[in-house]
């Protein structure tokens, strides 16, 4: 037996090796891109619009570990930490930093660099950051200090595990101190594998191999070019045609995914749980919806599995806020979601209540309330919005769709510059932290409904601190419940979708609950 065990070790180190003999270096990554980025600032943007193309350019203190097929707290490796360390009962985090990383610019990176980064985000400087989406994401930490150049120490106001998560995430890079913030949404400077070369506004995006990285041998790639084009039957057919190495992650619905490989069968595809959501925002700070009862009708119209079914074949799942099992850790079960207020089956019992709501308030077949429903002027969207509009009239609302280009998308979601929307969120990490704090938390950016709970905010603040996973996932749930009986930003769907790549790509790894944090592209490269 142990003859044998050490054969199959002997055997594994060898394969091992010639996997990375086997690694050449060189060439350009064409990849495709679905719209114009609304900038190239991370830390400032909440689309993956950004992070796909920007990621590279960084590095985070921690990451999900790249080979790991799930985003899970158990799977966080060090990245410009070498090392971390909990102590005073949980409440200070201690980061050990790398030595001899530098910026691209060539100053050298150090403890200063992370605490400029999250004072910007936990806003104790003000005016560097014209948006700060993921604000609340930091609600807990109460100071950081540094000492030295290689060490950096979180204070928080109380124990709270799942900050490790939120440190590796895509979204949490760090930025450099001495570069204007205003610099970073067009000329970012990193850290990380690649640099920034060009960004052509709804053209191009253009990274370069940073010669000067601080892991050894990496990057493989001599650079990646982002096409951008914004019609997917044209990306298709380009990639289809070979033009293209790799599509932009979950631009394919499960049907061009299956149309793509059938087209050209010698691609590579993975339909993944995204991490995004759709969600039904409804302004209740602007009149007619501040009524309570015609928000409420509004959520009794939607069909969820009709959702599912158009946009996905019945792939795309149903849940509430938090990602659905198996992918998702935090989501209800079957079981329970059959619980919760307006997930039930009977679909038209539910949009004859509606009807009744809307003619107590003076609504009918012949008075129908006139509304615009904003989107997102990408597939996904606006596919998803007329769909909306659909249901809408079940319940005498008659609808007209207002797409947005991205780069004022955003803008008009933080302004509250809307009065019914459809949206397609992302929620980068699988934790209720992320998911409470960002969306539902009283007065942040990205609650973009305007609810707000006190008592139920308590409740936010007990189940960060819990230990116990099962007790917290219990109390998540029972969170999550009263979240969707009151309307706060009913959620339709949990999508699902495909990114391709031809086999002469090598390194891609994409993991099952999230499209955000696995694009650093330092481990890809190309059979030429």
């Given amino acids: 037996m142990m ?46 619009s950004t992070i796909m193309p920007f990621m590279s350019v960084f590095n985070n203190l921690v990451v999900f570990d790249p080979a790991s097929k799930l985003n899970r707290l158990d799977r966080i490796v060090p990245d410009l930490a070498t090392s971390w360390a909990w102590s005073d009962g949980d409440r200070t985090l201690t980061f050990q930093l790398r030595d001899g990383v530098k910026w691209h610019d060539g100053k050298p990176f150090t403890s200063a660099d992370v605490k400029c980064t999250w004072d910007m985000l936990t806003g104790k400087v003000n005016g560097k950051l014209r948006k700060n989406p993921r604000k609340t994401w930091w609600f807990n930490i109460k100071d950081i200090v540094t000492n030295g150049d290689h060490e950096v120490i979180f204070h928080l106001n109380d124990p709270q595990p799942s900050i490790m998560a939120m440190f590796a995430g895509g979204f949490s890079p760090v930025y450099p101190c001495h570069v204007p913030a205003n610099e970073m949404r067009t000329h970012p400077i990193g850290t990380g594998p690649f640099k920034f070369a060009e960004f052509k506004q709804n053209e191009s995006i253009r990274l370069v191999r940073n010669p000067d990285y601080w892991k050894p041998g990496r990057p493989y790639l001599d650079a990646i070019e982002f096409t951008i084009i914004p019609n997917r039957s044209t990306m298709l057919l380009a990639m289809v045609a070979g033009k293209f190495d790799l599509t932009f992650t979950s631009d394919l619905t499960p049907e061009l995914t299956k149309s793509l490989q059938e087209q050209a069968p010698a691609t590579q595809c993975v339909l993944q749980s995204t991490g995004t959501q759709g969600n039904l925002l409804v302004n209740r700070d602007r009149a007619p919806f501040d009524n309570e009862q015609i928000r409420k009708a509004m959520v009794l119209a939607i069909d969820r599995k009709a959702f599912s079914d158009i946009l996905s074949r019945g792939t795309f799942e149903i849940g509430g806020a938090n990602l659905p099992p198996p992918e998702g850790f935090w989501g209800w079960s079957k079981e329970y979601m059959e619980t919760v207020p307006g997930y039930g089956g009977d679909v038209e019992k539910s949009r004859e209540e509606g009807r009744r709501i809307m ?37 005498y609302i008659q609808g ?25 969120q992302g929620t980068s990490i699988d934790d209720p932290d992320v998911q409470f704090f960002e969306n539902y938390l009283c007065g942040s950016e990205r609650n973009y409904t305007s609810y707000c709970n006190a008592d139920l905010e308590k409740l936010f603040h007990q189940q960060s601190q819990m230990k116990d996973i099962d007790a917290r996932r219990k109390l998540v749930w029972d969170i999550d419940k009263t979240l969707q009986a009151d309307g706060a930003r009913p959620v339709v769907f949990h999508a699902k979708a495909g990114t391709c790549w031809w086999p002469r790509v090598h390194g891609i790894n994409i993991a099952m609950n999230t499209i955000y944090n696995h694009w650093r592209f330092e481990d890809v490269w190309l059979d030429q």
């Fill in 3 to 48: 003859r044998s065990r050490l054969w199959l070790t002997v055997a594994c180190l060898l394969a091992t090796m010639g996997t990375a003999m086997a690694q050449k270096k060189g060439g350009t990554l064409r990849v495709t891109h679905r719209d114009n980025p609304p900038s190239a600032s991370v830390l400032e943007e909440a689309t993956i």
């Fill in 359 to 395: 003619k107590s308030l003076g609504y009918g077949p012949d008075n129908m309330m006139q509304l615009k429903v904003t989107t997102r002027n990408i597939p996904d969207y606006r596919d998803a919005a007329v769909i909306l509009i659909d249901h809408l009239k079940s319940i």
């Fill in 400 to 424: 007209e769709l207002e797409p947005l280009d991205s780069s004022v998308w955003y803008a008009r979601l933080a302004r509250k510059d809307f009065s019914v929307a459809m949206n397609v």
